[in-house]
């Protein structure tokens, strides 16, 4: 095996040797393709975000019209009643006046048919406002059930991503304290593994140990199809001085990060179209580049694990 490793090794550093301009900037063409890629999922996040607030927001707001309809209804159904009453009051005396007086009944005849109208008139403003409230009720009935369909589905990505959070955690139990960190946060997974554990300074080269800690961490992955795997490559501030075949910090970043897409494709069960490999060269530090123990942090691949949005997306939509 540690052969074949080094005749795979020496072939490969033979056959990047051998890069063409053009190969090479195809090759940059389509790390640049795929920062905007990533580029575009982070804004597609926030976005999805915010598209939840203002649901909540609007939500909140049809349960405010929905309130005030009801006061409505109710201050309507109060005057109508009280207008009945007073309607009923004055035909009892326009029928006790009726025998004794012909101008008295005029007056209460004119009296009557005003009351009848304002009688008619309260009717269909309360008709009306009692549809309008069926209807704020069935749409408010109907976004409620869209936003707890959202939260039930966002609740279910959530504790899908800690279910595989937990996996990898016992997939690479072995390799605590080498390096290795595993955390969630923002609906996502981030498995961090600093260089110790993947390069030797200065290569892309993945080791035996490194390579080992990939495949357990892709055989977790590959039973689970529907996340989409970011993998970011990360250095320190010290300039790139090895081969000439590489630009800078930038370049060897996007070259470590591709190494471990190259070992995770090896797993049959995975999609490659769910693999994407980013450089990030020394301009993303998780820690200060003032100290030794600093930069270690900061030479680091990321892999950043995030739920497919479809489902959440088109709950947005119909809301």
């Known amino acids: ?75 309507l159904q109060s005057d109508y009643n009280a207008t009945k009453s007073n309607y009923e009051n004055l035909k009892a005396s326009y029928d006790a006046l009726e025998e004794n007086s012909s101008t ?21 403003a309360l008709s009306s406002e009692i549809v309008r409230l069926e209807k704020l009720k069935k749409e408010l009935e109907n976004r409620s059930r869209r936003v707890e369909e959202l939260e039930s589905l966002i609740a279910a990505k959530d504790a899908a991503m800690t279910t595989l959070k937990n996996a990898i955690s016992r997939a690479l139990t072995d390799f ?22 993947l390069f030797s300074s200065g290569s892309w ?14 055989s977790v992955l590959g039973d689970n199809p529907d996340i989409a795997v970011l993998i970011e490559g990360h250095t320190d501030n010290v300039p790139y001085k090895g081969s000439t075949q590489l630009s800078g910090n930038w370049d060897l970043s996007t070259k470590r990060a591709t190494a471990i897409v190259n070992i995770l494709r090896e797993n049959s069960s995975i999609n490659p179209e769910n693999l994407t490999a980013a450089g990030r060269g ?10 030794v123990e600093g930069k270690a942090k900061n ?5 950043i694990l995030t739920p497919k949005l479809d489902e959440i997306s088109k709950l947005l939509n119909e809301i």
């Open 104 to 124: 008295s009944i005029a007056e209460n005849a004119k009296k009557n048919r005003e009351l009848l109208a304002q009688l008619e008139a309260k009717e269909q």
């Open 282 to 291: 020394e301009f993303a530090p998780i820690a200060t580049n003032d100290t």
């Open 299 to 303: 030479r680091r691949i990321e892999v």
């Open 205 to 218: 080269a993945v080791g035996s140990q490194g390579r080992q800690a990939v495949q357990q961490l892709g």
């Open 176 to 197: 605590e304290g080498k390096g290795l960190t595993i955390e969630q946060r923002d609906g996502k997974v981030y498995v961090s593994m600093e260089n110790k554990l």
């Open 1 to 75: 095996m540690k052969k074949y490793i080094s005749l795979l090794l020496f072939l490969t550093f033979l056959f990047t040797s051998c890069v063409s301009p053009k190969v090479y900037k195809d090759l940059e063409g389509k790390y640049n393709n795929l920062k905007k890629e990533n580029r575009t999922l982070s804004d597609e996040n926030e976005t999805l975000l915010s598209a939840k607030n203002k649901a909540e927001y609007s939500l909140k707001q049809l349960q405010k019209d929905y309130d005030k309809a009801v006061a409505q209804r109710d201050k």
